[in-house]
């Protein structure tokens, strides 16, 4: 089975209402049995539907026509600009289903499907509006694309999933081994092969292929077609919708149904894209039965440990494999990874982030072609603990906390400085590790946090805005002349032998003051209340963290921790805002609000 692809033929720039409607009957009649559109495929924002009105036309000659094909259209992408956004709220999942019924004019959509899960909306949002949409009889079949193995059997848990769409084609070796294909074929679902031929951007790449133009000669097709009949016959439940925008492309694909591949073809195609084997019945190399060796994945977020973990192996004689050390991307590291394992290497742990299903199961099926099991030990760190271990290591690499410029420097030749972004991306596409995978076994090891045993120190923290005011009713004074100090606050302050002001002074990323003037009125707070305290400041603007030292990020705690070799239990911190209280309670410092301490 296949189908065509209709994207191009409305959001190509030099897009033809005629062509596109000979390219889809032409399609239909080489024996395309479903169209896939979508509401966002036009020319931008204003353009929402033209996709799905063109199909409409080009079925709407004949009854005869329309029967032949399965109509597959998408919601939950909204267009902005030059962007393509995701949209998975159940109020756009709605409105977005309703606009494709009058732009298809039909009563009832064949297949209609959730374009993408949006990061800021749970799938089950989605899929949830989607049942209801279903239930009320506007569509027949409910399917999910560009998913996780872990989204879609949440979805599955909501409703039936009669298709599954995800990038699949010879240049797509990162979608096999996500695991999606090789479940939908074990569940029996529709796998709707998108991009198949790798989008016009892999033009050159297709004909130059020397395994797909060989057969392709030989056959006296294009190199197309032989990476569809290769697609086609890994799996039954394939389903490829190649985008062809030419007349001819698309009456080609008459050819695809007859193409039978001999066994000297499927050998000579799994030789050339061996992880085919993944969607067909067999996997690309079992587990051994008697092993030989093991491999352990040290998997978990940047920050999370892993490096000392490591050593735990390395000392017991385990071979390393850490990107950190050896550089390059994760698939020269995999082939580092098979030489060892090729010479007398039978023990190694590879400690790296390894967020997804494709990039561990590369790792695996190596250990597996060697004679070797695969172990998982998933550093389950909480992103707070991570992010303190992200400021030490930093403190201990650069001795003080970089400004944002320089992480975004150091962090293209140093993979242990990174900005807090790094540890979110890496819980945006966390898919938690599991045995089906193919490990032995997956051992969750949670993190303990332990300061060195001499860090015996106290100190107050303090918010500096606690100590003084702006007379002319601003966030901060930024003068002196607008600095009121609080003086009857300094004897709360006595008691205490370290005091650590904290402030946030965006006002000078945005140059309503400068550092010295910030300085001046510090020093101005400290000799109106006579006491001795230091001041640690973030300077950096609102909106996402790009630095370590905006609260609730623990920044300014964890240097101040270190270089006074303060224990946090011992400390307190006297804050005004919840970020100030999250801040303490991520480094176990207890807290205090401000009109509480200075009332007692
Ligand atoms: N769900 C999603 O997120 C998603 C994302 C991307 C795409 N898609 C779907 O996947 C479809 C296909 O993707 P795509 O258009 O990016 O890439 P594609 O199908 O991988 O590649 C299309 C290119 O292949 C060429 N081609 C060569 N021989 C062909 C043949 N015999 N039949 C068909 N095409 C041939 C086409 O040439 P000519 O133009 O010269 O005909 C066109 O340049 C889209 O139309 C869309 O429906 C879905």
Redesign the pocket.
């Known amino acids: 089975m296949f189908g065509l692809?209709?994207?191009?033929l409305s959001t190509a720039a030099d897009r033809d209402e005629a062509r596109a409607i000979a390219v889809i009957r032409a399609a239909i009649e080489a024996g395309a049995s479903l169209l896939?559109?979508?509401d966002v495929?036009g020319l931008g924002e204003h353009d929402v539907g033209h996709n799905e009105r063109l199909v409409a036309k080009a079925v709407s000659s004949s009854r005869e026509l329309r029967d032949r094909v399965i109509i597959a259209t998408?919601g939950g992408l909204i267009r902005s600009g030059a962007s393509w956004r995701t949209d998975g709220r159940a109020k756009h999942i709605r409105a977005a289903c309703e606009a494709s019924l009058c732009a298809l004019g039909v009563e009832r959509i064949d297949l209609y499907?959730l374009?993408?899960p949006a990061p800021d909306t749970p799938i089950s949002t989605s899929v949830r509006a989607l049942l209801r949409l279903q239930s009320e009889g506007k569509i027949d079949r409910i399917g999910v694309?560009?998913v996780t193995v872990d989204q879609l059997e949440e979805a599955r848990s909501i409703c039936e999933i009669g298709a599954v769409?995800i990038?699949l084609?010879p240049f797509a070796e990162q979608s096999f081994r996500g695991g999606v294909p090789e479940h939908c074929r074990s569940l029996g679902v529709r796998l709707i092969a998108?991009?198949?031929?790798?989008?016009?951007r892999?033009?050159a790449r297709?004909v130059r292929h020397p395994v797909l133009r060989a057969i392709a000669l030989e056959r006296e097709v294009?190199p197309?077609?032989i990476a569809?009949a290769w697609l086609t016959d890994l799996a039954p439940n394939v389903c490829p919708?190649?985008?062809?925008?030419?007349v001819?492309?698309?009456m080609?694909?008459a050819k695809l149904p007859g193409l039978a591949l001999s066994e000297e073809e499927r050998a000579r195609l799994l030789a050339a894209l061996p992880f085919g084997r993944l969607l067909a019945s067999e996997r690309a190399t079992r587990r051994p039965g008697s092993p030989d060796g093991e491999v352990v994945l040290l998997m978990g977020m940047p920050g999370s440990g892993k490096s000392t973990h490591a050593r735990r192996w390395t000392d017991q004689g385990y071979r390393r494999l850490n990107r950190d050390e050896h550089g390059g991307r994760m698939s020269a590291l995999h082939g580092m990874l098979d030489r060892w394992l090729a010479s007398d290497t039978r023990r190694v742990i590879a400690d790296n982030t390894y967020p997804t299903r494709a990039v561990r199961n590369e790792a695996i099926e190596t250990a597996w072609k060697h004679g070797a099991i695969a172990r998982c030990v998933f550093l389950d760190t909480p992103i707070e603990e991570a992010q303190i271990n992200a400021v030490l290591r930093m403190l201990q690499m650069h001795g003080d906390l970089l400004e944002p410029s320089d992480i975004r420097r150091a962090s293209k030749r140093d993979p242990n400085t990174f900005g807090p972004d790094a540890q979110h991306r890496f819980l945006r596409t966390l898919e938690p590790p599991t045995t089906d995978e193919g490990f032995e076994s997956v051992e969750r090891m949670p993190f303990v946090r332990a300061w060195p045993k001499s860090y015996r120190g106290r100190a107050l923290f303090v918010e500096l805005e606690a100590l003084r005011r702006s007379r002319s009713g601003a966030r901060a004074p930024l003068s002196i002349e607008d600095q009121e100090v609080l003086v009857a606050r300094a004897d709360r302050l006595r008691d205490h032998q370290r005091i650590i002001a904290l402030a946030w002074l965006p006002e000078i990323a945005s140059a309503e003051t400068t550092r010295e003037r910030v300085l001046e009125c510090f020093r101005a707070v400290v000799a109106e209340l006579e006491i001795e305290m230091e001041l640690a400041y973030c300077p950096h603007p609102a909106g996402p963290p790009i630095c370590w030292c905006r609260r609730p990020l623990p920044g300014l705690g964890v240097r101040a921790i270190r270089t006074h070799e303060l224990d946090p239990a011992s400390c307190l911190m006297v804050g005004r805002s919840p970020a100030d209280r999250t801040f303490a309670e991520r480094l176990g410092i207890p807290h205090r609000d401000e009109e509480d301490f200075f009332r007692a």
């Open positions: 692809g209709c994207m191009r896939d559109t979508a495929y998408k499907q374009h993408a694309c560009n769409q990038a084609g998108h991009s198949p031929l790798g989008g016009k892999s033009r297709l294009s197309a077609l569809l919708i190649p985008g062809a925008t030419r001819e492309s698309a080609e694909l």
